[in-house]
T-cell receptor, first 112, second 111 residues
Framework: EPEVTQTPSHQVTQMGQEVILRCVPISNHLYFYWYRQILGQKVEFLVSFYNNEISEKSEIFDDQFSVERPDGSNFTLKIRSTKLEDSAMYFCASSVVRNEQFFGPGTRLTVL | GNSVTQMEGPVTLSEEAFLTINCTYT??????LFWYVQYPGEGLQLLLKATKADDKGSNKGFEATYRKETTSFHLEKGSVQVSDSAVYFCASRGNTDKLIFGTGTRLQVFP
């Protein structure tokens, strides 16, 4: 069964460093998303992406964040200068139609 | 704004017990409603959904009915198994792309 994959499973970085989280969505999906979950808190929407552009973003998704679909198969989330409060589990999701989103296993980001 | 509230866990049950996990929502209009499940070490998996009032979503013995009058979407299962142990997330989606999640409820089922 096709699934969304994410790499790495765990990323440790120093505050102020740039990180890139990678996702491979399901191959025929057209809509792509990033969510995050800070430990003990709710899963929060970050951004949605369709037709090579951002279709919606949350207040969390400020200028430090960017997304890209560089090669037609990967979907990446870049954090330019990480802060301690960026430590969270980051989930990628994709969908064919807007109603059913399929999630990856997540990348745990730890900022020291 | 839109929000989802679900009961805090953990919920601890013996095998074959009846399960209810409460979920209520606030929204403008009529959102689509979802239950996702996260097994240890895995991502969020869609368990069931309902897109309009009085719809019942069901899958793997789990059910939830979209109740507009009580703005609820409670998850139920008649007889839980040890393999149902996981974290369950209620979520809503309005007219935009984003899913709004509850805090998640951990279910622990013991033999």
């Amino acid at each position: 069964e096709p699934e969304v994959t994410q790499t790495p499973s765990h990323q440790v970085t120093q505050m102020g460093q740039e990180v890139i989280l990678r996702c491979v969505p399901i191959s025929n999906h057209l809509y792509f998303y990033w969510y995050r979950q800070i430990l003990g808190q709710k899963v929060e929407f970050l951004v949605s992406f369709y037709n090579n552009e951002i279709s919606e973003k949350s207040e969390i998704f400020d200028d430090q964040f960017s997304v890209e679909r560089p090669d037609g198969s990967n979907f990446t989330l870049k954090i330019r200068s990480t802060k301690l409060e960026d430590s969270a589990m980051y989930f990628c999701a994709s969908s064919v139609v807007r109603n059913e989103q399929f999630f990856g296993p997540g990348t745990r980001l730890t900022v020291l | 704004g839109n929000s989802v509230t679900q009961m805090e866990g953990p919920v601890t049950l013996s095998e074959e017990a009846f399960l209810t996990i409460n979920c209520t929502y606030t929204a403008t209009g009529y959102p689509s409603l979802f239950w996702y499940v996260q097994y240890p070490g895995e991502g969020l998996q869609l368990l069931l959904k309902a897109t309009k009032a009085d719809d019942k979503g069901s899958n793997k013995g789990f059910e939830a009915t979209y109740r507009k009058e009580t703005t609820s979407f409670h998850l139920e299962k008649g007889s839980v198994q040890v393999s149902d142990s996981a974290v369950y997330f209620c979520a809503s989606r309005g007219n935009t792309d984003k899913l709004i999640f509850g805090t998640g409820t951990r279910l622990q089922v013991f033999p």
